[in-house]
């Protein structure tokens, strides 16, 4: 299937003979594939005797991302496995800023290993390599990632867009986007992340592999063009990267951090290994932990011990 997807990447009509002749398949066995994409939310049409993938949006410009972030290297596949998992196989001969960007992920993964759906244009999806210092403590950056890119969509005009420790951005109460961030390795002093970033944009409403409630920015910002939102996306995640290593987490970053909480006050459950707490969300501290209230005590939180819910 992933042969077949990477032929229909281009989004340009194909006649069946065409590609069963490429794929060594009969009519029988192609129409087999396409049923089986299609079970993955890949829309694929052969209304007209040929097949066609039907992106939710217009193609991204991976060239006028590469104009913009010209320093950097822009890696563009249509079809990837995974924009992580590509960056770190490769992180040997990449560097700092390098970025990794797709139109769909056949092996997408989120927090815990949670598999990340992407319908063929429906995301906005991108992995960066970023380096730190072995020696300072990285407690807190997907909260500084988070609140970059909850920045850069304020900025593009996007209204009800709220941030839920970790690693969440939600629109409206329902999950927007999440963020992957990975250790790859250290050397030299320096420890190799690999940041992944995924941005729902215009999911089918009729996805139903999706398990919690979640929303598309064309929700708030219509006439959204992918290629513009993740330009401005990467600009303002490199700037906050650049800043968390000079400054760390800040109190005007806390105060800030709290303006954007989704959950700040509410009535809420920690979920860890053992049991759940409840409590009064309050926020976080200076290393990025999350703040409780339970019985008058103010319990921490590292984000990766636990999960967050509302009551």
């Given amino acids: 299937m992933v042969q077949l997807l990477n032929i229909l990447a281009d989004c340009q009509p194909h006649s069946f003979e065409k590609l069963t002749a490429l794929l060594a ?5 192609l129409l087999a594939e396409i049923s089986a994409l299609q079970a993955q939310g890949i829309r694929i049409d052969t209304s007209l005797g040929e097949v066609k993938i039907v992106a939710q949006t217009k193609p ?9 972030f010209s320093k950097q290297k822009v890696i563009y596949h249509p079809i990837i496995n995974s924009t992580n998992q590509f960056l770190l196989s490769n992180i ?7 970025i990794c960007l797709t139109e769909h992920q056949t092996a997408g993964r989120g927090r815990r290993g949670r598999q990340w759906q ?12 970023w380096q730190v ?8 950056l997907s909260l500084v990632v988070g609140m970059a890119i909850c920045d850069a969509l304020h900025r593009l005009g996007a209204q009800g867009v709220m941030l839920k420790w970790p690693n969440d951005l939600l629109l409206n109460g329902r999950k927007l986007a999440g963020i992957l961030i990975e250790i790859a390795n250290t050397e030299k002093g320096k420890i190799n992340l690999v ?23 064309i929700e708030t910002l219509p006439q959204i063009d992918r290629t513009l939102l993740l330009i401005e996306v990467i600009k303002e995640v490199q700037n906050a990267l650049i800043e968390f290593e000079q400054k760390g987490i ?50 921490k939180f590292n984000g990766g011990e636990v999960s967050l819910r509302r009551k």
């Fill in 25 to 29: 398949l009969n009519d029988e066995q």
């Fill in 118 to 129: 992407s319908p063929f244009g429906g995301l906005a999806m991108f992995s960066l390599i």
């Fill in 195 to 217: 940041i992944g970033i995924g941005i729902n944009v215009a999911i089918p409403k009729d996805d139903n592999q999706i398990n919690q409630p979640w929303a598309n920015l």
């Fill in 92 to 98: 040997g001969r990449l560097n700092k800023g390098d």
């Fill in 250 to 299: 800040r109190s005007e970053f806390r105060e800030r951090w709290n303006q954007y909480d989704e959950f700040w006050g509410d009535d809420v459950n920690v979920i860890t290994e053992k049991s759940t707490i409840s409590g009064i969300e309050r926020g976080i501290d200076e290393r990025g932990y999350l703040q409780v209230l339970v019985n008058d005590e103010l319990m």
């Fill in 133 to 140: 210092d072995a020696h300072k403590p990285i407690d807190g």
């Fill in 60 to 68: 991204i410009s991976a060239v006028k991302i590469q104009h913009v």
